[in-house]
Structures are given as structure tokens and as C-alpha cells.
T-cell receptor, first 111, second 113 residues
Framework: RKEVEQDPGPFNVPEGATVAFNCTYSNSASQSFFWYRQDCRKEPKLLMSVYSSGNEDGRFTAQLNRASQYISLLIRDSKLSDSATYLC????????????FGAGTRLFVKA | DVKVTQSSRYLVKRTGEKVFLECVQDMDHENMFWYRQDPGLGLRLIYFSYDVKMKEKGDIPEGYSVSREKKERFSLILESASTNQTSMYLCASETSGPGYEQFFGPGTRLTVL
């Protein structure tokens, strides 16, 4: 089983749609969680951290479910500019530290 | 403004050549990373460094080595390039906790012929 798993997609949605991505992780000792965004032919950039109580940044909402070991990202009112690959990232620190990137979920938003 | 730079955007090398990829960050970060990214496989960690002269193997270190002589510079070395090392190579540096945000360089597209 991969340490971090994501549905690769692609997700094809119309502008204005709401879309949700899930990500599961295998290490229950994971401590920090993130969503990164990667545009085509560009480097990944942090979209948002994911906090235990869930958090929102404009149209983006991230949630963490420790019991089921998954995190989610919800995008409301999708824009054409949201088209990108979304990477789920998990970090743990036991006897050192390790950061694992998921393979990413591809999103296409259509006019 | 945060910045991570990589020495080349595109590189073409021949099988058996020794290849150096350099990464420089200007944020005084202690942790630096080298990844390769291949379609369908995502980012895979090759090596990371948590301090000058300190390094740890990642998930796929075979065929690679690293050097960190100064805090701001982290180099990836392909001792004898092979065709299966054709890939996009990304360097990153990381803020200290609690944020642990990684900042990436623009990447080096390496082709080994």
C-alpha cells in the first residue's frame, strides 16, 4: 500500500462547480498535512495546510479525519484558473522526519 | 521574496557521464531536498539534508549522491548517468516548524541519451 494515495483523476468539471478530492495516508503517526498545487510545467506550491479542526481559505476548504486517516480538499465555485494538479502531502516526525507527496489529482475546469 | 534556484532548466547528457545538478536557496533553511518527478509516480524523494554536511537517503537513492558544503547549496550528483534517470528533478527547501512549508525550484529536465 502506498504511504499516500490519491485518485489520479482527471476530474473534468464546468466553471462554477464544486469538486472534492480525497487523500488517504497509511502512517497513523502523521502529524502535518498539506495540499500543494502544481500547474503544468511548473513547480509545486503550497495551497494550504490542513488543521485538525478543518480550515477554509476563500473557496477552498480542507478537512482532516485522523480516525479514518484521510484528508480532503473542497473547491467551491470552480474557476478556469483552478485547473492544475493537486498534491496531498503528509509529514511525520518520529526518529527523524519524513514528508511524502501523493502522486496528485488532475483537475480540468471547463468554460 | 523566497527563492530556490536550480542551475539548469534543461540538460542533455550521455550515458555514463557524471552529472551535477545544483540548487541554491536564499532563505537560510536547514532542510533541503532532492526529488524526481515522473508521470504517474509523483514526487519521489532521492536525498535530503537537515544541516551542512548532513544527508539522509530518501526512497530512491541508488545511482545518486549529494553534497552540502554550505547551508544555502545542495547538489545532486549522478555518478554515471543512465537512461532510466531521464526525469524532472526538483529541489526544495523547507521552513522550520510548525509550518514546514517546502519551497521548490523551477526544476531541471534531464535527458540521458
Amino acid at each position: 500500500r502506498k504511504e499516500v494515495e490519491q485518485d489520479p483523476g482527471p476530474f473534468n468539471v464546468p466553471e462554477g462547480a464544486t469538486v472534492a478530492f480525497n487523500c488517504t495516508y497509511s502512517n497513523s503517526a502523521s502529524q502535518s498535512f498539506f495540499w500543494y498545487r502544481q500547474d503544468c510545467r511548473k513547480e509545486p506550491k503550497l495551497l494550504m495546510s490542513v488543521y485538525s479542526s478543518g480550515n477554509e481559505d476563500g473557496r477552498f476548504t480542507a478537512q482532516l479525519n485522523r480516525a479514518s486517516q484521510y484528508i480532503s480538499l473542497l473547491i467551491r465555485d470552480s474557476k478556469l484558473s483552478d485547473s492544475a494538479t493537486y498534491l496531498c502531502v503528509v509529514r511525520w516526525a518520529t526518529g527523524g522526519f519524513k514528508t511524502i507527496f501523493g502522486a496528485g489529482t488532475r483537475l480540468f475546469v471547463k468554460a | 521574496d523566497v527563492k530556490v534556484t536550480q542551475s539548469s532548466r534543461y540538460l542533455v547528457k550521455r550515458t555514463g557521464e557524471k552529472v551535477f545538478l545544483e540548487c541554491v536557496q536564499d532563505m537560510d533553511h536547514e532542510n533541503m531536498f532532492w526529488y524526481r518527478q515522473d508521470p504517474g509516480l509523483g514526487l519521489r524523494l532521492i536525498y535530503f539534508s537537515y544541516d551542512v554536511k548532513m544527508k539522509e537517503k530518501g526512497d530512491i537513492p541508488e545511482g545518486y549522491s549529494v553534497s552540502r558544503e554550505k547551508k544555502e547549496r545542495f547538489s545532486l550528483i549522478l555518478e554515471s548517468a543512465s537512461t532510466n534517470q531521464t526525469s524532472m528533478y526538483l529541489c526544495a527547501s523547507e521552513t522550520s516548524g510548525p509550518g514546514y512549508e517546502q519551497f521548490f525550484g523551477p526544476g531541471t529536465r534531464l535527458t540521458v541519451l
